[in-house]
């Protein structure tokens, strides 16, 4: 069965010049929250794929028949398909994003690495099992964390609720990810809100003390999560098109 993705939340793919851009979105967002460095990334002559992850951009129900194994499946394929006719490649992910960015760049040499509010490190683990105790109680979603935006009069189009089983799924990935972040020699460029409400700021700590190369951090002073679509968007947009001019030139 075909499910009709949502206008606006298709994949972005472009052929470009010899260096690439993946591009990756969140956990229940989908690519509407990052396209605009997307096509910054096309507008710098850059090729650039920023795919859909399985079960975004579409419904709730769809999502809920996905895991981190398809989620991250799909960043690899992306970046191997941007390796294969690409000299270098970046790669940028926001909340979930920056989880698979930084699974792939565990196990990628890619040029270097932005990540935007990350999620790379699981919850204390009396969050995990009180997880565990609601899907055993028969629950499967929860309230959305979708949208956790300050600027006014603007949304994120997100799923209504959150998939307890999809969240499980990243969570329990998220244990290897934090482990193999010494794995990660490429540079970074970390930009964090000083308040999110979605991912705690240590998860950018985490990448600050583990990984093995050099790290840059910016603070945003005035945007919550999905800083991408936030006050502080325009700084976001020119820090990481720096970063990426840089690591690429």
Not at 13 to 31: D, I, M, Q, R
Request: overall charge negative; hydrophobic content about 45%.
């Amino acid at each position: 069965m075909t499910v009709e993705i949502m206008p606006g939340c298709e994949p972005f793919s472009v052929a470009g010049g010899p260096n690439g851009v993946l591009v990756l979105h969140g956990f229940t967002g989908n690519p509407t929250s990052v396209r605009a460095l997307a096509e910054l990334a096309q507008k710098a002559g850059h090729s650039v794929e920023l795919p859909r992850l399985p079960g975004h951009g579409t419904t709730l129900e769809d999502m809920m028949g996905t895991t981190w194994t398809d989620w991250s499946n799909a960043a690899m394929l992306a970046y191997d398909d941007l390796a294969s006719r690409c000299e270098r490649v970046v790669v940028v992910g926001l909340s979930m994003g920056g989880a698979l960015g930084a699974w792939v760049a565990e196990q990628r040499a890619v040029a270097g690495c932005v990540f935007i509010n990350p999620l790379v490190k699981p919850p204390v683990q009396e969050i995990e099992d009180g997880l565990a105790q609601l899907i055993e109680a028969g629950l499967e979603t929860i309230d959305s964390i979708g949208s956790d935006i300050k600027k006014e009069g603007v949304a994120e189009l997100s799923y209504p609720g959150t998939p307890l089983r999809c969240a499980q799924s990243l969570f329990s990935a998220l244990h290897d990810v934090e482990v193999n972040l010494v794995k990660i020699t490429a540079p970074i460029l970390l930009i964090s809100s000083r308040e999110d409400h979605v991912v705690t700021s240590d998860n950018g700590d985490a990448l600050i003390q583990k990984v093995s190369g050099p790290i840059e951090r910016i603070w945003l002073e005035n945007s919550f999560h999905v800083a991408t679509m936030d006050n502080d968007r325009e700084l976001v947009e020119s820090s990481t098109m720096a970063f990426v001019d840089r690591v690429l030139a």
